[in-house]
């Protein structure tokens, strides 16, 4: 009897052992990293060859690894792709390492689908962190650990009529201007009559940012929804609404040219502003861009929006796609063409400040670009970064329905302070 | 055993059932998440469970597996009972691991299987200690074992989430159907503890009687021993008198007829007379050793040297030397291959025969005849003396007949027709022994 036992132990024990080697024992047979990508330009503007980056630097990277090959599933394009990515994560066959999208981030890292970073950070010695823009490197940060490494950013500008604003003869704002500044020529544009409009699209929430405010603390704890620079966002906000006396402003009216002001992503800016795209879209009207008015206690600044790389927490590849995420993000010729062809800001000071590499970028615009290397410094370096947590999505319909009906009625810093305690036993709740 | 069946086939219909439970979970979870990515659902369910599923094939791979290593030991098991009591261990061991597992692999929606696994130890395991272990650690897992509380932990998406897909109709009819099958688990693990308890009471209370009957028939064993010791002291009591009887009786009778012959001769023929002297010490010696084999054996000594026709013959011999009767000794059964209790009865027989003759009826002729027919032997002494006017059953005759019949055989005796031709006209004793049969035995 014992005998036997011994005799299925083994068998037992061999085919174990045969299952742990059967992936192991495939010959030469090539080492594929899998990486998720779109096609298109997430931030909606035209893209000639979208895949021609990630080709090239598959192309580096198989050179530089003999022996793996990189692959990708083409045609998801940018709208699908947080859909796509979901189903492949249920399914279980998400790739190596994919894009994460900025909205997606969040949820991502929540679920544990994003594999942390900080260990391998923290053991490369080729990877240094002070190359990028500190805000762009936030972006991929949750809950103080880093997740994702950013790829390109896009602030949010003030898109500038400058048509509308030299027929009433106000001049073009600079790169400092304040929020005094913006309600003035608001005011003075406004006509309700000519259906002329002063601003459409801003929000509390960019006047919040520019006004050194934030609605959360890093960790997710507490909100600060009464503090006094989140509630003179809140009622300068409400104060330019009132100027159109209770119209909707829509975005044809921006498009159309009856409206002055409109907050955009840079990634439009770089689109449309030069030769062919500039026929297709804002063609009725000469325009710009300037960074967003400072309020009071801030100063021009905006929020950014980053495409960013992350590891799946499930691949079996980790650091090949460790390897091959630093390429798309770190390397600076990969970055250099990317800043060229696509439409956003690399996360890279060295790339991103180049002013030969600036010169090349905005050399289609006529009338040359306000972009300069300092403003670009200046808009990186300070954007904000919303701090992400699992609780963000919650609170912040909360928030936004507290704002709403302190809209509607009296604006009253009591009933923040009830709103914000609210919010932070939700927050400590959760 | 009824009981043994009953248990076996709810055990049976708990394996298919858990079964059944595993396949639910791991089809629902499976064809739910390809539904979910089918109708475009994948990143609301993500947002909803913020927890990223593990993959699809894992559940039903991984639990179906666990189940059927767990089937496969609970059968072994049965089939291949082992006596080696650590070794026994490490199956139960190996038993609850397994269950760990699939409840594991099941992402804790289920616990139930912690029920089949604590029916099947229980059964097997008999010792009490091991059997409360066993029942503790299962009954935790069963009861803590659930997603509810696991879940405090641990991140793991909840089966309602992917019910959640479903139409509240089906909802409905797939939490009823759960319900149904886990309720219907409990039930039968309930079953088979009042089945397989009452059983052992049965068990218990069958031997606790079966105790009872063997006690009673140790009283009745232990009488029976002391009745079969008192009659055992009787008939030794009674054979140790024959004994004596028939060895000194005989060989004082002969002893005496020899002196008194040797007496009656001395004047007339001293030298027969000296013979016959020679004769009674001789007769006087074979006594002694008689006796002397007597009290050692209690049996003739020529028997325990000679065969019984050789004993019988020498009898004969040292009877006509000491008597002066005319003894004609017929030997016609062949080689007389008996058991010693036999031989021994012939012997005295024989003995006493030619002793009472003698003594009794004055004869000075004696025929002796052993014949066999089959299994019956025949021994018959005839003399020519004045036979027994009442013929009284003394020592010597009765014992002969209690002998015989011990051994089965009969005894006859009586006076002799006066017509007889061949002259013998005195007492006659025949005996009729139906002998057992002997392997070897020529006839």
């Not at chain 1, 014992?2 to 024990?13: A, D, E, S, T």
């Not at chain 2, 909840?158 to 159907?177: D, K």
Request: hydrophobic share 40%.
């Amino acid at each position: 009897m014992k005998k036997w036992i011994w005799k299925g132990h083994v068998v037992v024990l061999l085919v174990l052992m045969l299952c742990l080697n059967l992936p192991g024992c495939g010959g030469n047979r090539k080492t594929v990293l899998t990486i998720g990508v779109y096609s298109g330009s997430y931030w909606n503007t035209p893209n000639g060859n979208c895949y021609q980056i990630l080709d090239d630097a598959i192309a580096l990277f198989e050179e530089s690894h003999p022996g793996v090959k990189v692959e990708y599933a083409s045609g998801i394009p940018a709208g699908d792709y947080s859909e796509w990515l979901a189903e492949q994560i249920m399914k279980g066959t998400e790739p190596d390492l994919y894009f994460v999208l900025p909205e997606d981030f969040d949820l991502l890292v929540s679920s544990g689908a994003l594999a942390q970073l900080d260990e391998r950070i923290a053991e490369d010695p080729d990877f240094d962190t002070s190359l990028y823009y500190e805000s762009c490197l936030r972006s991929g940060q949750f809950e103080g650990s880093q997740y994702a490494l950013p790829h390109e950013s896009v602030p949010t500008i003030m898109f500038v009529n400058k048509t509308l604003l030299e027929a009433n003869g106000i001049e073009m704002p600079d790169n400092d201007w304040t929020w005094e500044d913006f309600y003035n020529i608001c005011d003075q544009i406004t006509d309700v009559d000519q259906h002329q409009y002063g601003v459409y699209g801003y929000s509390w929430l960019d006047a919040m940012y520019s006004n050194g405010a934030s609605l959360f603390s890093e960790d997710g704890r507490s909100c600060y929804l009464a503090e006094e620079n989140v509630l003179q966002a809140i009622q300068f906000t409400k104060q330019l609404g009132e100027l159109g006396g209770g119209y909707n402003v829509s975005a044809r009216d921006f498009d159309v040219g009856r409206v002055a002001f409109q907050p955009l992503l840079y990634s439009e800016y770089r689109a449309y502003q030069p030769y062919p795209w500039r026929v297709k879209k804002y063609s009725a009207f000469q325009w710009d861009c300037v960074s967003m008015p400072a309020g009071p206690s801030g100063s021009n600044i905006s929020e950014l929006h980053t495409m960013m790389l992350g590891i799946s927490s499930r691949t079996r590849h980790g650091d090949l796609a460790w390897e091959f995420c630093k390429l798309l993000s770190i390397n600076e010729d990969v970055q250099r063409k990317l800043y060229t062809s696509s439409h956003g800001i690399s996360p890279l000071r060295a790339v991103a400040e180049d002013p030969e590499l600036l010169q090349q970028i905005h050399h289609d615009i006529p009338e040359g670009s306000g972009f300069s290397p300092e403003m670009i410094h200046r808009i990186m370096d300070n954007a904000v970064v919303v701090p992400r947590f699992d609780a963000y999505d919650q609170a912040m319909i909360m928030a936004e329905s507290a704002i709403q009906e302190a809209a509607s009625n009296q604006l009253g810093q009591s009933k923040m302070l009830i709103a914000q305690s609210d919010i932070n036993i939700f927050l400590n709740k959760s | 055993m009824k009981t043994e069946r009953n248990l076996m086939t709810i055990a049976t219909v708990m394996f298919a059932l858990n079964f059944s439970i595993l396949c639910f979970y791991s089809l629902i979870c499976v064809t739910t998440t390809f539904r979910i990515c089918d109708t475009l659902g994948a990143h609301d369910f993500l947002t909803l469970v913020r927890q990223i599923p593990r993959y699809p094939w894992q559940m039903p791979v991984q639990s179906l597996s666990l189940y059927a290593l767990l089937c496969a030991v609970s059968y072994f098991k049965i089939f291949r009972p082992i006596e080696h009591f650590p070794l026994r261990v490490v199956i139960c061991a190996t038993e609850i691991v397994l269950c760990a597992g699939i409840i594991f692999s099941l992402d804790f929606y289920y616990s139930g299987v912690a029920l089949l696994v604590l029916a099947d130890l229980v059964h097997y395991i008999r010792s009490n200690k091991l059997r409360l272990c066993f029942i503790v650690i299962l009954s935790l897992m069963f009861a803590f074992g659930r997603y509810e509380i696991v879940s405090q932990f641990t991140k793991s998406i909840a089966f309602s989430a992917y019910l959640s897909y479903y139409t509240p109709i089906t909802q409905g009819i797939f939490t009823s159907l759960e319900s149904l099958m886990v309720c219907l688990n409990i039930l039968l693990f309930v079953l088979y503890m009042i089945l397989l308890f009452t059983g052992q009471k049965a068990e218990n209370e069958r031997i606790r009687k079966l105790n009872e009957q063997l006690n009673q028939a140790n009283d009745q064993l232990r009488d029976y021993a002391i009745n079969m010791e008192r009659m055992t002291q009787m008939r030794e009591r009674n054979r140790l008198a024959r004994e004596i009887h028939d060895t000194l009786g005989h060989t004082l009778t002969g002893i005496i007829m020899g002196a008194d012959a040797g007496l009656a001769l001395l004047d007339v023929a001293p030298e027969e007379s000296r013979k016959r002297i020679q004769v009674v010490a001789q007769t006087a010696r074979n006594g002694l050793t008689d006796v002397r084999r007597s009290i050692k054996a209690l049996r003739p000594d020529a028997l325990e040297r000679y065969s019984l026709a050789q004993a019988l013959e020498d009898l004969v011999e040292n009877f006509r030397l000491t008597t002066s009767a005319q003894i004609t000794y017929c030997q016609e059964a062949g080689e007389l291959n008996l058991d010693s209790d036999e031989e021994d009865a012939l012997y005295r027989v024989v003995q006493e025969g030619m002793t009472n003759a003698v003594r009794h009826g004055k004869a000075d002729r004696v025929a002796i005849r052993v014949s066999r027919t089959g299994d019956v032997v025949t021994v018959s002494v005839r003399d020519n003396g004045t036979g027994c006017d009442k013929p009284e059953e003394g020592f010597g005759l009765r014992h002969m007949r209690e002998r015989l019949e011990m051994l089965g055989g009969t005894l006859s005796y009586g006076n002799l027709d006066n017509s007889a031709q061949d002259g013998y006209t005195g007492f006659f004793i025949t005996v009729e022994l139906s002998v057992r049969n002997r392997k070897g035995d020529s006839l």
